[in-house]
């Protein structure tokens, strides 16, 4: 024989087993985890009449070599048999997604860093050689690798990109939380400014009713209260009424003053952010002032005066654009993380889930900064439509989050939607005979 045929048979012969080897694992595999399961179990258990391979031959194939060819053909239509056997009754989970889930989350993973150092710290206390071989021997780790060798690698990077994703959405819900919470606390400020302006209109009328009443009584000429003031610049009273009144009025423009001063510091950050990103466009809100007053008092009553609006500006466009936004990106990366633990759970991972994961991340940040479009959050007004969703008195960012989590219920009421607006038929109804 020559040495080509001798190489060639060689290989035939390395491939053949390593075909083998990786069926008889993936076997093992789909037997220990269906053994492992109380939802599922083996069929036609006891009975050796029906011509199926058993638990007992699949034993024999692994622990017995063959002795001829006809025997290994034989060994290997058993293995190729009780492979479908078993992935049927396996089902949904296959022996590659079984696989791939035991290299994500298999137990003793030696080539994981936290047991790396585990193993470093037990060779540093005198325990490395019995550490050494309890990672020695075969665990189902071991089955999952040689069933399936190409998905090690992909393991790995599914692991470290998953983590990314997972330390991603930790911060985006920390800084989601923080903006929230530092719009709530804008808000509240605005509410209790528009109450003491509020108070302010009342007493002013009260004040000019007062007035008007002093005046009457003592048949004098018309007087103002709050601005005679004595030689020594205090303010002189008329009466006890007039007291209580300018007393409250001064107590009001102090809290007044107070929640101002208040709101011009929780606006500090934005002005900041605002006054870099108009520098590159042109003149900052700074340079404004500056050219509508020239001296200091008159550009520091031209930005407080602004205060206010520009508060009211950042908290709707930040409470009803950013944060939905915001809210439906965290909303698709809770149901990712509970999807991708379910799928961990009933050992249904497979190496697609990562791109599918980054897609309905995607769909949940468009379906998080458009929500508002189609719903009404407050309720139905008179003579308005019915919105996508209904009338729910939820806000826009919950509404948002619930949109990301349910993403694919959202974008099926949207096909709904465009079929009834623009008058198509279902393509999945059978048209009438």
Known sequence: MSSDDENGSAACQRIEDFIFVRELNEVFLL???ISGRWDKSFYNFHNHDDGEPHIDELCAIGLTPPDNDQQRVAQAVKVLCAKDRLNAVARPATGLTIAFTLLVVGEDNQRDWRNWLRSAVLRGAG?????????DKPTRLTLARYAFPGLVKAADRFNRRVFRIVVLLLIGLV?????SWHITGGNAMLQHLDTLLAQQVALSKSIDDAEIKHAVNVAAPPVQFCSEVDKAGQVRFRSTEEYQLCTRRRVLSEQVGIVRLNLGDWLAPWRTCYGKV???FGRSPDALAAQVETSSAGRERYLRGTTEEQARVVTLVVGTAVLPLCYGILGAGAAVVRGLWAKMRESLLSPRDYTLALLQLALGATIGA????FINPSGQTPGSEIGLLGNWALSTSALSFIAGFGVEGVFVALESLVRRVFNISDPARRPAD
């Open 370 to 373: 458009c929500i508002a479009l």
């Open 31 to 33: 037997l220990d985890h």
């Open 278 to 280: 108009a520098g590159l």
């Open 175 to 179: 800084l989601t939380c923080l903006t």
């Open 127 to 135: 325990h490395g050689q019995a550490r050494a071989g309890h990672f």
